[in-house]
């Protein structure tokens, strides 16, 4: 039998070299839209374990990593000439779930631009507010108790709206 590698295999409790890792994965995220020419729903975890759920500062750890992403593919995707969206998916109760997404017009036929479940908020969970100014980002919640979710998506002219 095969030993696990340790990609598959998640830590007991996240560590210094974890937070390491994921933060290096953070700063150095990229959509590269060079070397593709459409988006179905791309989309990036940072949290595959969901280590974030174990406490309150892990949870935020985890969310301070994913909103470094999604504001620097926002600031890469300024240079793209191509219509599309980048938005974060946020559900308090589930950081396994959270992710940075990229979307453009593609071949498989889904829907562009990807119009928002739920309704827009201004009211924030303790979680967000703070974090995401709404006067730069609309903000969307869809569901109910645990199962709540945001939806981020940047307030710009160049983005489209739904």
Not at 59 to 68: E, G, I, K, M, T
Not at 86 to 111: G, I, M
Request: charged share 25%.
């Amino acid at each position: 039998m095969k030993k696990p590698t340790r990609r598959q295999v998640a830590p007991r409790l996240p560590d210094c070299s974890y937070y390491a890792d994921m933060w290096r994965k953070a700063r150095r995220y990229r959509v590269d839209m060079e070397s593709k020419t459409w988006c179905d729903y791309s989309h990036q975890h940072f949290d595959w374990h969901g280590f974030g759920d174990k406490s309150w500062l892990d949870r935020r750890r985890h969310l301070s990593a994913l909103l470094h992403a999604f504001r620097r593919a926002q600031r890469e995707l300024m240079s793209f000439s191509g219509p599309y969206q980048v938005f974060a998916s946020v559900t308090p109760a589930d950081s396994a779930s959270d992710a940075v997404f990229v979307h453009t017009p593609n071949p498989n036929q889904t829907p562009f631009p990807m119009i928002p479940l739920g309704d827009r908020t201004w009211c924030l969970p303790p979680l967000l507010a703070g974090r995401i100014d709404l006067s730069r980002y609309r903000v969307f919640r869809y569901g109910s108790g645990p199962s709540t979710s945001y939806t981020i998506l940047w307030s710009s002219a160049d983005q489209p709206q739904p």
